[in-house]
Each structure stands twice: as C-alpha cells, then as structure tokens.
C-alpha cells in the first residue's frame, strides 16, 4: 500500500478515511478511499465490530462493481461511471456543504487535479471491467499503490514484495495476457497509475481544505468532466427510471456505504490491520464477480492474486516496521 497521507478528518466517497481517524490516514489512501464527514451513522453499524465492518465495506465495493458491471450492457461503460460519480458527488455536496470562497488559485489547482485522478481512475477500471474478469480487474489495479509504496518506502525488502507482485502478473498474463484481453488489462493497469496519483493529490487536498471540502468539490469536478462522455454514449439512457435507479445503486454500493463502514471501523481499528484487510479486496472483487457475473477463475490465475495479496500485505507491514518508533530503554 501506500505512505501519502489521506484527507484530514474523516468521512466517505472516493479518497481515503482520514486524519480524524488517528494513525489511519495514510493505509486509508492506499486503500482509494474517501473520507467520510465527522457525525457520520454509527449506531447499529458499529456493533458489527472493526473487522467486521471493513469486511462489509470491502464486500460493498465489490459487489458494487459486480452491479455496475451487469450495468453496463444498459448504459456503457462511461454512462455507469458518469452515474455513479453524479450520485455519489451530489450526496457528497448535500452531507459536507463545502464552502466555495476563500480558497487561493492553488487550492483549486489541486482539487480539480485531484477530481481528475478520481474520474480517470473510475472511467479506466471501468473500461478494464466491461474487458476482463472483475477478479483479475482489481488485482492489476492494485498494483498502482503498490508501486507507489515500494518507491515511497526505498527500502531493499520491497524489492521482494515488487517480485512477488511481478510474478502474479507473470501468471495472470498467461506470460503475454494471452488469457486476458489486452485493452483490458491495459486499462486496468492505467487505473492503477490513475489509483496512485488519486492517493498522491488525496493527500494534498486533505492538507488545503478542511473536513471532506475537498473531496465533494473533486467528485462535483469528476461528474462534471463524465458528463458530456456519459452523455456522449448512453444520452436518454442515462436518465431511463430502471439505470437511474441501478446507478443510484452502484454508488451508493460502491461509495457512500462502504466508506462509511470504513471509517467507522478506523476509528476503533488500528491502521496496519486495516491495510491488510483492504489487501484482500482482490479476493474480494473474485468472489464476487463469481457469484454476481459468473465469473470463475481459473487455478494459475487463483494463485496471482494470492500472489499480489501476499505482495501487498508485505508492502504494509513493511512500512509499519519502518515507522515504528524504538522503545525506550527502561530506568532502573
């Protein structure tokens, strides 16, 4: 995963839970996450437990890009990314209320940079995934943070993890993504580039506006810059009762719920076991897209991802050790 630090103060979207959220800021950008406003349900959420409810986040995720996926033949590609980016940025908009005065020429430089990675980043997974298996999908994506972690961290063990990463690639590729269509993992390997600067301008946002400001203000810039696509590809369908409806769905699946759940959880959850949970997402995203799109992987590509889950894992609890303060001695 990554070292970048999230959005301060925390909240859901498409960023990372934040700096409210203690030690978590960092994991949580690795994660792609967006924070969620402070006040945000707790209740009967909460007694699922910490890991409980990343788990649910991280099955929220998935099986919203499940959705979106059986979405597609409905509305394209670039239609259901332009409706769940347009629902999830009104939602957004309506909980933090951002304040649109007094910010300089560079804090608006930024979130519309940031609301840039967001919109690219969705548009070309959801391009990998209308080509490839939601599983495979994930897993190529997450190599994005996972780079970034290794080059941020320049450490000599990461270069284990980056070989360990390599080699499930090596084998989800078939040795030439011979197995894969190559678009596909094209764009799904780009979405991972767009994933690693999403964290990086995450980030920096979090550090020029306060609470979630931010990152309504880059998901409004993301909606906006879909829309003429959407419009482009789907027109009339995009406002068809049934794809509002299912749209509606997948970014509330895919953003608002799961990032509530997550920040929930970070508040009681410390962040290394957070990261390592988010590192399964790529399972995750196979399991689901086996139950919701029949989607079965075969053996070699199994043991990729695990491949890639056991890479990202190292890359976390490498950057733990390394941030670990030494302990004191004792006085006598």
């Not at 800021?25 to 924070?35: F, H, I, K």
């Not at 979405?71 to 957004?92: C, E, H, I, N, Q």
């Not at 007094?102 to 990675?117: E, M, N, P, Q």
């Not at 203000?217 to 590809?233: R, S």
Request: with cysteine; charged share 10%.
């Amino acid at each position: 995963m990554t070292t970048p630090s999230a959005t301060p103060s925390a909240t859901p979207g498409t960023a990372a839970p934040a700096a409210a959220a203690g030690a978590a800021p960092d994991v949580a950008s690795a994660a792609g996450r967006a924070p969620v406003p402070d006040g945000a349900p707790g209740g009967r959420f909460g007694s699922l437990g910490p890991v409980g409810l990343v788990l649910a986040g991280g099955l929220s995720v998935q099986f919203g890009a499940a959705l979106a996926v059986s979405l597609m033949p409905r509305a394209g590609a670039l239609g259901v990314v332009t409706l769940r980016l347009a629902v999830a940025a009104v939602v957004m908009l309506l909980v933090c209320r951002p304040r649109l005065r007094g910010h300089s020429r560079a804090d608006w430089g930024t979130v519309v940079v940031f609301g840039i990675a967001m919109a690219g980043m969705n548009g070309l997974f959801y391009q990998a995934v209308d080509r490839i298996p939601l599983g495979p999908a994930v897993t190529l994506e997450v190599l994005g943070p996972l780079a970034l972690s290794v080059f941020a961290s320049r450490r000599a063990v990461n270069l284990v993890w980056a070989g360990l990463a390599l080699a499930g690639v090596f084998l989800l590729s078939g040795g030439g993504f011979n197995g894969l269509d190559p678009a596909g993992a094209a764009f799904a390997l780009a979405a991972g580039a767009m994933w690693a600067a999403y964290i990086v301008f995450s980030a920096r946002t979090g550090r020029r506006f306060p609470q979630a400001d931010g990152l309504a203000l880059a998901m409004a810039v993301g909606a906006l810059l879909f829309l003429p696509l959407g419009i482009a590809e789907s027109g009339p369908k995009l406002v068809d009762p049934v794809t509002l409806g299912l749209g509606a769905g997948v970014a509330l699946l895919s953003s608002v719920l799961p990032y509530t759940l997550e920040l929930l959880a970070l508040r009681r959850l410390p962040a290394p076991t957070f990261a390592i949970l988010m590192s399964l997402e790529p399972a995750i995203a196979a399991a689901a897209g086996f139950l919701v799109l029949d989607q079965a992987l075969s053996a070699t590509q199994s043991a990729a991802i695990a491949l890639v889950i056991a890479a990202s894992m190292g890359a976390v609890r490498t950057q733990v050790g390394r941030r670990r303060p030494k302990t004191l001695p004792e006085v006598p």
